[in-house]
């Protein structure tokens, strides 16, 4: 691999903070944008959208399924005068001789703790990551996109920019990652045309919040 020829340069944006040089001589840039006022203006905007938890959900409820089916079964055949089934009565057995610091007791309260660390984390979270808040235009209606389609999406806009040969982004919740390769052009030209055309890229998506931009723009290495 062989050095990259020239170096980036930092476009004036309308907010722009530069950070330092990497070793291949590429910097990083961070746009802030200034989108069209929507409804979201007015309430603080938007938050996260919440999962629905399905999975945990159903393993949990499927779990106290069972175990109160259970227990009410049972019941209901000691109330019949009938004797008490054989894993209650040894459960009983175990929890009454088994002193508290047993190993198979630490084991077990350690398991149940995390379980319900878990449980109250899924709670309190909303989740979904993946998927990334739009701004409201209607106050009846809410809209996400993921990160894979903004991530493509810029991706395109990257490829008509003149000189780029190929171009990978990550895409985050807060920050867009765009690293390109370019095998003709000055890297000076390319880097600006890549800050403009992702910047009106990134205000076209229509997010919530708006991610930094970071662009690095390097030639190919040569083969062999």
Known sequence: MSESQG???????????????????QSASAAAYEPLRTVDDEDGGQGRFWSARRIPAGIVAVLILIASGAFLYDVAAVRAHRPAMH????????LAER????????????VAAAVGIWLIVL????????VLPMRRTHADVRAGL????????????????????????RMGRRKADVRAVSHF????????????????GITGLGLARPPALAVHVRRPGRKG
């Open 123 to 130: 709670a309190v979270t909303p989740g979904l990551r993946d």
């Open 185 to 200: 052009r000055e890297l000076d030209d390319v880097r600006a045309d890549l800050d403009a055309t992702l910047a009106d």
């Open 146 to 169: 993921h990160r894979g389609a903004a991530a493509m999406a810029l991706r395109d806009r990257a490829m008509e920019v003149a000189g780029v040969q190929s171009v990978r982004v």
């Open 99 to 110: 002193p508290l610091d047993d190993t198979w007791v630490l084991v077990g309260a350690g």
């Open 87 to 94: 894993w209650r009565r040894s459960l009983a057995r175990q």
């Open 7 to 25: 170096s980036d340069s930092t476009q004036p944006m309308p907010v722009l903070e530069e950070a330092g040089e990497s070793a291949l001589g």
